[in-house]
């Protein structure tokens, strides 16, 4: 298996532009999760989904954050408008069971 | 209080040398424990977990676990350069057994 996968691996945007991030999961894999992580924070955990059913966005920061899992191969993470303050390391994660996670290799999000 | 707490560091050991990193809970309830490792730039790497109190070990890395004092640790013998990381501890709560909690994170230096 090719592990997580992320799209794009890096992203510059001006404040104020949507930025989506994308993720597709391991195969088989039930859970999916998404993290931001910055120096200041460390790692945060913003929603997760179970058999692409969301079920805890109480990390999301705002409603400018918004997440959809259409299938079970494919979640998105979208900003919208974008601001300095969500530069940051974005991390999606899968799991079979919701315990042992899988990392994908993050997307670097820099908002100017 | 935070819900698990590890040291920033970083935390300096000599090639050969046993490093060990400690993580503290809140949770009395908490079941399960894991430990990632995310080297500079990379994402989180799971690298070991544990359930029940005492030992595990799994090569040069031992994973201690003792619930009456809320403490998890791991041990690295023969610790080498290529150690060098960020060390993240994450615990799940009783409360929510689909999330991880992470704490910020241990920097371990292994120098030559």
């Known amino acids: 298996d090719a592990g997580v996968i992320q799209s794009p691996r890096h992203e510059v945007t001006e404040m104020g532009q949507e930025v989506t991030l994308r993720c597709k999961p391991i195969s088989g894999h039930d859970y999916l999760f998404w993290y931001r992580q910055t120096m200041m924070r460390g790692l945060e955990l913003l929603i997760y989904?179970?058999?692409?059913?969301?079920?805890?966005d109480s990390g999301m920061p705002e409603d400018r954050f918004s997440a959809k899992m259409p299938n079970a191969s494919f979640s998105t993470l979208k900003i919208q408008p974008s601001e300095p303050r969500d530069s940051a390391v974005y991390f999606c994660a899968s799991s079979l069971l919701g315990d042992e996670q899988f990392f994908g290799p993050g997307t670097r999000l820099t908002v100017l | 209080q935070k819900e698990v707490e590890q040291n920033s560091g970083p935390l300096s050991v000599p090639e050969g040398a046993i490093a060990s990193l400690n993580c503290t809970y809140s949770?009395?309830?908490?079941?399960?424990f894991f430990w990632y490792r995310q080297y500079s730039g990379k994402s989180p790497e799971l690298i070991m977990f544990?359930?029940?109190?005492g030992d595990k070990e799994d090569g040069r890395f031992t994973a201690q676990l003792n619930k009456a004092s809320q403490y998890v640790s791991l041990l690295i013998r023969d610790s080498q350069p290529s150690d060098s990381a960020t060390y993240l501890c994450?615990?799940?709560?009783?409360?929510?057994?689909?999330?991880?909690?992470f704490g910020t994170g241990t920097r371990l230096q292994v120098f030559p």
């Open positions: 994450a615990v799940i709560s009783q409360y929510n057994t689909d999330k991880l909690i």
């Open positions: 989904f179970n058999n692409n059913v969301p079920i805890d």
């Open positions: 544990i359930y029940s109190n």
């Open positions: 949770d009395r309830g908490s079941q399960s």
